[in-house]
DNA sequence: GCTAGCATGTAAACGGTTACATGATTAG
DNA sequence: CTAATCATGTAACCGTTTACATGCTAGC
């Protein structure tokens, strides 16, 4: 997942390796923490596609700054990613708030629109977490504390975000 | 992490792998689905580990089915993830919310008000998705559509969880 | 006769965690 | 002089995804 956020954070500007991990860390690192052993192989594997530049900035410091930056192939697939976000992107909250943090790159409004409307169904599909006697258990009727607490907490997040989905595709569509 | 989800569902009553599936399924298959690539082997590595028995069912559909039960040290198991989660089961909301499914099997009102406490800390703690000039944007200062989004998002869903958080801290503790 | 559901598994590839390893610069 | 910060990497391990594989039963 890696992916997305690298090339999202260099397209905006190029960076080496160390300031790109500050900014994976101001955007989730509370959430999970960015290793080092994640993000250099991932660093690698991008350079190795053809999808990041790097050339290595002559400085003073111990290691040398890699300092990498986005190929037109890496543009291109940046798009992509926005563009066709595979269904777990969709549906896990975390991975659509990364795509969210960058889906400003896409440059059709529509094509904004149309990832925020995926989401929309996929939050207006009703969903349970749990099943007594191949029911859903409502919350009223969830016996238990902390399942309840799941329950309200979910319906109140997805409240917030159905409102704010509205607003943001009524404002793209302008 | 199905380790956690597939204890705490055979500490309810026995099940098979296919029963286990729709249960897993429903906890959160509609954000991440449950794989068999991921269930069997898990299923086979708690064996392996002692922490869930099997007994073959002989039954005439055509895989027989292994029906699964925990043992001592599976419930042992099963406690020690629930009082001491590592700090990503805290974070990372989705695995929180698994924690949640399975926190009434703790059996001290006290370790389970612990937990909820270690959540409630870490949704005290002040977090930022972006950085300008090494200071944190604010909603209000942030341009991009999606990015407010994603502040008012968040600010939504942690003082709803926030809420909750007090009033069962405070149920527990009666 | 066919499709959907029941029921279980394996194997390759991939990506992430954890731990290890190095070394320079800067501030206290 | 020592700790924190800057800066980059490797290697073993682990769990998940994806794809493949099998075969029975029930209902249309």
């Not at 999202?8 to 989730?28: C, S």
């Not at 190929?71 to 969210?100: N, S, V, W």
């Not at 990832?115 to 099943?131: C, E, N």
Request: aromatic share 6%; charged share 30%; hydrophobic share 40%.
């Amino acid at each position: 997942m890696l992916e997305l956020s690298i090339l999202g954070f260099l397209r905006e500007q190029p960076l080496h390796g160390y300031e790109l991990k500050a900014r994976l860390h101001g955007l989730n690192g509370h959430i999970r923490p960015v290793s080092d052993g994640a993000l250099y192989p991932a660093i690698t594997r991008l350079v190795r596609a053809g999808l990041v530049e790097q050339r290595t900035e002559p400085g003073s410091s111990a290691a040398p700054r890699r300092v990498l930056s986005l190929t037109e192939a890496g543009r291109t697939r940046l798009l992509a990613l926005l563009r066709e976000p595979k269904d777990a992107e969709i549906t896990d909250g975390q991975r659509f708030f990364t795509l969210l943090a960058f889906l400003h790159h896409l440059p059709e409004r529509a094509e904004q629109a149309a990832v925020l409307r995926r989401r929309q169904v996929f939050l207006d599909t009703p969903a349970s977490f749990f099943y007594r006697d191949g029911k859903p258990v409502r919350a009223e009727e969830e016996p238990d504390l902390f399942r309840q607490g799941m329950l309200r907490i979910a319906r109140a997040t997805g409240r917030e975000e159905k409102a704010w989905l509205a607003e943001a595709i009524a404002a793209l569509s302008d």
